[in-house]
T-cell receptor, first 115, second 110 residues
């Protein structure tokens, strides 16, 4: 079974430029998460989808971040414009259900460096 | 304010000995807890979990203990192996979302 796929793996941009990250979850997983992990910290949730619906985006900085999950499968996370403080690893995870306990499976992440 | 705390940034143990990683939480509404292991340049991988209605769960060399009254959980690895060297994250869950600690870097020396 293929795991969570993310691309690109690494991205270097200058501040004020836009950037987008793509995620393909495990087949059949209807719940998808985007996390941000800063250096020396644990992952922090940005947004959670149940199928196409964003059910928790309370931690997403909506002035510059946006996300979409068309057709309830792949998802894209965008930052526009990027700031120096956005440098981090962006992780995508999926699970078979968002309700109750279900382990989340993580992708390898995209390491973003903003210069 | 951190809801999930891993107060030890690093831990070093000898191969074959026991590794004990600790985690404290503040929110009594968490109803399940998980441990993830992370190697460099990879995403976290699930290791073991425990429901809030249990106080122990064991899977091979890994055992998680939960003390609800103290809001504390621990991960025991016995015996420790060099391949266990990684960053371990404690996570607490409620209503589908996970809150992660900052992680503890475990080094197992041959």
């Amino acid at each position: 079974e293929a795991g969570v796929v993310q691309s690109p793996r690494y991205k270097i941009i200058e501040k004020k430029q836009p950037v987008a990250f793509w995620c393909n979850p495990i087949s059949g997983h209807n719940t998808l998460y985007w996390y941000r992990q800063n250096l020396g910290q644990g992952p922090e949730l940005l947004i959670r989808y149940e199928n196409e619906e964003a059910v928790d985006d309370s931690q997403l900085p909506k002035d510059r971040f946006s996300a979409e999950r068309l057709k309830g499968v792949d998802s894209t996370l965008k930052i526009q414009p990027a700031e120096l403080g956005d440098s981090a690893v962006y992780l995508c995870a999926s699970s078979s259900s968002g309700r109750g306990y279900n382990e989340q499976f993580f992708g390898p992440g995209t390491r973003l460096t903003v210069l | 304010d951190q809801q999930v705390k891993q107060n030890s940034p690093s831990l070093s143990v000898q191969e074959g000995r026991i590794s004990i990683l600790n985690c404290d939480y503040t929110n009594s509404m968490f109803d399940y807890f998980l441990w993830y292991k992370k190697y460099p340049a990879e995403g976290p991988t699930f290791l073991i979990s425990i429901s809030s209605i249990k106080d122990k769960n064991e899977d091979g060399r890994f055992t998680v203990f939960l003390n609800k009254s103290a809001k504390h959980l621990s991960l025991h690895i016995v015996p420790s192996q060099p391949g266990d060297s990684a960053v371990y994250f404690c996570a607490a869950g409620s209503q589908g979302n996970l809150i992660f600690g900052k992680g503890t870097k475990l080094s197992v020396k041959p």
